[in-house]
């Protein structure tokens, strides 16, 4: 609430339509397909940076996946295969998706204002073929995901305009933000982190890329 005491959250659909009561923009509502059309395929492999999103009992999960471009098979106009490339090992997203199969993935592209998004449902798969197929400096992912398309559409570029994301400009100094290790370190009271953690993060990255 307000100074004034006034409650201006929306809390039902009626009230949020009639904050938004313009018609969806034409091409908004076009754009979206069942199915990865060949356009769109492009897009796809062109991508090499996905986000995923799932969800599962205990909430949401939002995890960045990244390989060369290509990395996220079309098998066909239906179906999405995703290798599970080497993490932390948390296994978030694959925890959310054994129980609850719902998947969206938001594919972004250097250069490029447009996103692609696809929902769908996932499943996962340790078949030899599939795993063996997505190898990688001679390592195998212990498993893909196999995305059944629902929706798929791509987002027009103006939050990259405002981001000015690839705009050599906006890039940030990363000497500017905390490493790894100092976030490590504040949260654990110096006993994990620190400059050591930092010093060895380029070989510890090499060795477990893949």
């Known amino acids: ?28 509502v076009f754009k979206e397909t069942d199915r990865i059309t060949p356009q769109y395929r492009k897009l ?3 991508a090499p940076f996905c ?10 999960d939002c995890s960045p996946r990244g390989d060369p471009p290509g990395f996220v098979r079309v098998a066909d106009e239906h179906t999405l295969i995703i290798p599970d490339r080497r993490g932390n090992n948390r296994i978030d997203s694959l925890r959310n998706l054994v ?9 972004l592209i250097p250069g490029v204002g447009e996103t692609m998004r696809v929902n769908g449902h996932a499943k996962i798969s340790t078949d030899p073929a599939l795993t063996e197929s997505f190898a990688m400096n001679g390592k195998t992912p212990k498993c893909v995901l196999i995305v059944t398309v629902v929706r798929a559409y ?20 990363r000497k500017t933000l905390p490493t ?8 654990t009271d110096g006993q ?19």
């Open 1 to 28: 609430m307000d100074h004034n005491g006034q409650d201006h959250t929306i809390a039902t659909t009626a009230q949020l339509e009639q904050l938004y009561s313009d018609a969806p923009y034409g091409p908004a």
């Open 44 to 46: 796809i492999e062109a």
């Open 51 to 60: 986000v995923v999103a799932t969800c599962g009992p205990e909430g949401l």
């Open 99 to 107: 129980r609850d199969p719902r998947i969206s993935l938001l594919f």
């Open 154 to 173: 791509f987002q027009c570029t103006k939050a990259i305009i405002r981001s000015r994301l690839w705009d050599p400009e906006s890039r940030v100094d």
């Open 180 to 187: 790894p290790g100092s976030i490590l370190a504040e949260l």
């Open 192 to 210: 994990m982190g620190g400059a050591e953690h930092d010093r060895a993060a380029p070989a510890r990255i090499k060795e477990t890329i893949y």
